[in-house]
């Protein structure tokens, strides 16, 4: 296969521009890393655009497979660069997520967040409805927020620009790290299932 040809399939994908233009934050965010009053704005603005991007791709007609990859593609990449920015193991963090897309994407594609109704229980919580459930919100408040509440807890911006007083900024971490420690464990299972299912098709096919 030529190397134009990928490229010029993409070209004819209906994707909604909401994930270039969140990729392009992405981008300028790290530029400005070093700059609280920039970064956050440009963050948040891009974290805000990732849930409307799916309602603007089925609003547009523009669903797609490779929307569906995109869209997680660039969530990756923007919480893996604050994480990575932030701490030293920060990347810690960002490898375990991409773990988590190439098992979730393997299996089920541009449709895995509707292929757990095999999960446990609590997973399923998590997951239903597209996460508008007590324990989703949670859960990717805890994924998308606490990395961005991190960054405002080191660089002092929640005190001396938001002026939130300190209980209050001590309350939302430890809420916000709840929320990320029950996404770290739905993750887990992830890749404990995947795992399992490759075992299961290798002894699938050494029977045959």
């Not at 919100?137 to 960054?151: C, M, R």
């Amino acid at each position: 296969m030529k190397l134009g040809r990928p490229v010029v399939a993409l070209l004819h994908v209906h994707v909604s521009p909401t994930g270039y233009i969140r990729a392009l934050l992405v981008l300028f965010a790290w530029s400005v890393y070093s700059h609280p009053a920039l970064f956050l704005p440009v963050y948040v603005t891009s974290a805000l655009l990732d849930g409307l991007d799916g309602w603007a791709a089925r609003r547009l007609k523009q669903t797609s497979r490779f929307g569906a990859w995109l869209d997680v593609v660039v969530d990756n990449f923007s919480r893996g660069m604050v994480w990575s920015m932030l701490y030293e193991w920060g990347w810690l963090v960002a490898s375990v997520e991409w773990c988590v897309f190439v098992c979730n994407h393997n299996t089920g594609g541009g449709e895995w967040k509707s292929s757990f109704t095999r999960s446990p229980t609590w997973v399923q919580a998590v997951m239903a409805n597209g996460f508008r459930t007590p324990l989703g919100v949670l859960t990717i408040a805890g994924l998308h927020g606490l990395p961005v509440w991190l960054y405002g807890v080191q660089c002092g911006v929640l005190s001396w620009l938001l002026c939130i007083p300190q209980w209050l900024q001590i309350f939302c971490l430890l809420l916000l790290a709840a929320g990320r420690l029950l996404c770290f464990a739905v993750e887990m299972w992830c890749i404990l299932a995947h795992v399992q299912h490759l075992i299961m098709e290798e002894d699938e096919k050494k029977r045959d």
